[in-house]
């Protein structure tokens, strides 16, 4: 099956693609940890990405879509893949299309995970992720309140991008480039809205249930 995820920065995008991606056994490739892992490792992408990324801003559309296609180019796309933060505006989605159908090929489900700004800002602001294993948690959940990862050790840190202001500055970018998406594959026929409210498990669920009927 091929999946994109769409829903506003902190709608709990990351955490259900890994499960939906594992559960079906497709790759999940988030353009977002790409670009983080680049700017870690210091390589081109990375320097190119890292001042956009910072502001909140989105990367220009023409280093994304070619570190998309050489992405979904590799042999363990072949069969499916969910995509996590991409695309993120319509020209992407529109170039997405004529790449997949180069490929005989298209989108089946896009799954729009609809949750409320305010919710946003708070699950962000509190957001922490470990420098050694890139595992997310969050302050509100973390009774210990220290800075050390209950999975391997590691230190969290607050990502740049989730500090308030910037949450704002994203939020702002989501409603203007991103949210017309919804517009997008709505008219494609292949939207699908699920609630992102209440525990990861009860979304996990819903949004299983929503992709069970397209299971071959
Ligand atoms: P994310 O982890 O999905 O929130 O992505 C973090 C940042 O990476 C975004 O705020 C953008 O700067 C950049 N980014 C991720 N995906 C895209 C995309 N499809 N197009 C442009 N920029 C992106």
Redesign the pocket.
């Known amino acids: 099956m091929r999946i994109v995820l769409v829903g506003p920065?902190g709608a709990g995008?990351?955490t259900q693609a890994q499960f939906i991606a594992s559960h079906l056994s497709i790759p999940k490739i988030?353009?977002?940890?790409i670009?983080?892992a680049n700017v870690s490792e210091g390589t081109e992408l990375g320097r190119k990405?890292k001042e956009?990324?910072d502001r909140?801003?989105?990367?220009p559309?023409e280093v994304?879509i070619a570190m998309v296609r050489d992405r979904l180019g590799e042999p363990d796309a072949r069969d499916g893949f969910l995509l996590?933060?991409?695309?993120?505006n319509v020209p992407?989605a529109e170039t997405l299309k004529k790449m997949l159908a180069e490929w005989d090929t298209r989108i089946d489900v896009v799954l729009d995970l609809v949750v409320d700004e305010e919710e946003v800002v708070r699950r962000l602001s509190g957001r922490r992720m470990c420098d050694s294993c890139g595992e997310i948690s969050h302050v509100d959940f973390d009774d210990k309140h220290d800075d050390v990862c209950d999975e391997c050790g590691g230190h969290l840190f607050q990502r740049d991008?989730d500090k308030e202001e910037v949450i704002r500055h994203?939020l702002e970018v989501y409603r203007r480039e991103t949210a017309p998406l919804v517009q997008f594959y709505g008219d494609e026929g292949v939207l699908v809205e699920i609630e992102a409210t209440g525990s990861v498990e009860e979304v996990t669920r819903r949004a299983l249930g929503a992709l069970a009927p397209l299971e071959k």
């Open positions: 920065p995008k990351g988030s353009t977002g940890d670009f983080r990405a956009y990324m909140g801003d989105l990367v559309d994304t996590d933060g991409f695309p993120r992407q991008d994203r």
